[in-house]
C-alpha cells in the first residue's frame, strides 16, 4: 500500500494568523510553521490541537519569524518535541527578538523562557537544498515578505510541495519580490492568500503617495506620526524616507524598530537583500542605510529620557517624520506620539501597514477620532485625534495577480489555500481557474497530498 502524504492544518485554515500545518506519511512528520494568533484585547491563541501530537514530529521548518508563524514553536519542545527548526539565519535573529518580546507581553502563558532557550535552530541558505530526515529534502527561495522569509519547496520521496509561507510580488527597496522555483512542474502549492483578490497598487505609486504627503508636512512644518511594524515596514520606509527627504528633516525611530534595523543591517548581504539596496548605499554614500545624521533613535543610549523626550517634541514647530511601534497601535510608544502630536490638524498620521479587525488602527481607519491612549500602561488619556488620517497601502503580501502567477507557471495538480479568511478564500479558488479546484484548508483535516 502507497505511504500516503497528508497535510494537516493546526491553524491558518480559514483565519489569518497562527500557522501551523504538519505533513506527515506513516514514518515521517514534519510541521510547516508554528504560531500563535495576536488578538487585540484579548490573550493570543494557540493553533489547535498540536500539543498531543509535539513529540510525532520529527523536524519543523520555519518560513518566517513573524510570531504567527514562529510564536508557538517553543510550546512543541515543552510538549515533548526534541528535533531541529530549519529555517534561515536572518529569521532565528528575528524570531529570538520576537520571542522575547512575547514573554514580556503575555508572560509565559503557552511556554517558558526555558523552553525558548530549548530551541534547536539550524540556519539555510536559499537554494541550498538540504535533508531533513531520510527521503525528504528542503529547497528554500526568497519569499519577498520580510528579511529572511523563506518560501518552503519540500521533496518528499519524489513528490514535490511548495509552501509558499507569506509571500509579496511587489518589489520593495528591499526585495525583488518572491521567486518561482526552476523546478519541474510542482505536485502540491499550498499558498497564502491574505489579500484575497484584492488587487494591490504598485509599490511605486504607494511611495510616491507618501513622499508627496511627507513633503506637504514639511513645508508647513507640520509631523508625520506613523505607526509601522518593526521588521519590514519600518527598514522600507526608511529607506524611502532617506532618498528624499531634506537631511535637515528629523526622522525620529522608536520602539524595537531600532534592534530590528541593526539585524535587518547586518544581513545587508547579496544572498538576503536585492542588489538595488547596494546602489542605494552607493548613492548616498552610506554603509548602514539606517545610519543617518538625521534618522534619531529615541532610546535611552541616544536621549536622556525617552519618556521626557517623546513629549518634549510636542513642543517644537519644526517639522519631523517620527516611525513607531506598534503597526496597529495596540500598545507601544506610539500612543504617546499619538498623545503629543494627534490633536494638531496640521499633522498627518500615516497608516502604513495593515489594521487588523478590533485595534485602535483599524478604529481610526473607520473613522473613530475621540480615542484612548496609553491604556495599556495605565495611564489612560482621551484624546481627540484631528492630525489628517492618510492610508498608504504597502502590502507585506502578495496580491491574486501573484498567486495566478505562481500558479500559472509552476502547474501543480493540487493546491491549497491557507492563510486567508474564509470568504476570501473561496473567491481566490473561483479565480484560480488551471483546471484544478482549490482545496480550502480546514481545521484539523486530513488533506491527502
Ligand atoms: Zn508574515
Avoid at 515578505?145 to 510580488?169: E, K, M, P, R
Avoid at 473561496?426 to 484548508?441: D, Y
Wanted: aromatic share 8%; hydrophobic share 40%; charged share 25%.
Amino acid at each position: 500500500m502507497k505511504n500516503q502524504l497528508t497535510l494537516e492544518a493546526f491553524g491558518a485554515a480559514g483565519e489569518v494568523g497562527r500557522s501551523c500545518f504538519v505533513l506527515k506519511d506513516k514514518d515521517r512528520s514534519i510541521a510547516l510553521d508554528c504560531g500563535i494568533m495576536l488578538r487585540p484585547k484579548h490573550p493570543s491563541l494557540a493553533p489547535k490541537g498540536v500539543d498531543p501530537i509535539a513529540h510525532t514530529i520529527d523536524a519543523v521548518v520555519l518560513s518566517h519569524a513573524h510570531i504567527d508563524h514562529s510564536g508557538y514553536i517553543p510550546a512543541l519542545y515543552h510538549n515533548g518535541f526534541e528535533g531541529e527548526i530549519h529555517t534561515t539565519p536572518p529569521t532565528i535573529d528575528i524570531t529570538y527578538v520576537l520571542w522575547e518580546d512575547h514573554l514580556k507581553i503575555e508572560g509565559e502563558r503557552h511556554w517558558t523562557a526555558e523552553d525558548m532557550e530549548n530551541a534547536l535552530f539550524v540556519g539555510h541558505l536559499y537554494k541550498k537544498k538540504f535533508k531533513i530526515v531520510d527521503g525528504v529534502y528542503v529547497t528554500f527561495y526568497q519569499a519577498g515578505h520580510i528579511l529572511g522569509a523563506a518560501q518552503t519547496l519540500i521533496d518528499w520521496d519524489g513528490q514535490l510541495i511548495l509552501y509558499t509561507g507569506d509571500i509579496n510580488d511587489k518589489v520593495t527597496p528591499l526585495f525583488d519580490g518572491f521567486e518561482i522555483p526552476d523546478k519541474e512542474p510542482i505536485d502540491v502549492v499550498i499558498t497564502e492568500a491574505t489579500n484575497g483578490v484584492r488587487p494591490i497598487p504598485p509599490r511605486e505609486k504607494v511611495s510616491k503617495d507618501f513622499k508627496n504627503a511627507v513633503k506637504g508636512a514639511v513645508k508647513r512644518k507640520a509631523k508625520v506620526i506613523t505607526p509601522s511594524f518593526a521588521i519590514g515596514r519600518s527598514q522600507e520606509l526608511e529607506i524611502v524616507l532617506g532618498d528624499f527627504l531634506d537631511e535637515k528633516v528629523p526622522v525620529y525611530i522608536d520602539g524595537m524598530i531600532r534592534k530590528m534595523n541593526a539585524i535587518t543591517n547586518y544581513y545587508i548581504r547579496p544572498e538576503w537583500v536585492s542588489s538595488r539596496v547596494f546602489r542605494y548605499l552607493r548613492k548616498h554614500g552610506l554603509s548602514n542605510p539606517f545610519d543617518r545624521e538625521n534618522f534619531i533613535e529615541i532610546s535611552r543610549e541616544n536621549v536622556n529620557n525617552p519618556f521626557h523626550f517623546r513629549r518634549m517634541l510636542g513642543k517644537t514647530d519644526k517639522p519631523a517624520v517620527i516611525l513607531s511601534t506598534s503597526g496597529m497601535m495596540e500598545g507601544g510608544p506610539i500612543h504617546t506620539h499619538l498623545e503629543v502630536h494627534g490633536e494638531k490638524p496640521e499633522n498627518i498620521l500615516a497608516i502604513c501597514g495593515y489594521q487588523a479587525e478590533g485595534t485602535l488602527g483599524r478604529e481610526i481607519l473607520e473613522g473613530k477620532r475621540k480615542i484612548v491612549v496609553n491604556e495599556f500602561i495605565g495611564k489612560p488619556t482621551k484624546i481627540n485625534l484631528q492630525a489628517n488620517v492618510e492610508t498608504f497601502r504597502f502590502s507585506g503580501h502578495t496580491d491574486i495577480n501573484g498567486i495566478k502567477k505562481l500558479i500559472g507557471e509552476t502547474k501543480p495538480k493540487k493546491i491549497v489555500i491557507v492563510h486567508s479568511e474564509h470568504e476570501e478564500a473561496l473567491k481566490v479558488a473561483q479565480v484560480l481557474t488551471n483546471g484544478v479546484t482549490p482545496v480550502l484548508a480546514e481545521q484539523k483535516q486530513l488533506i491527502p497530498l
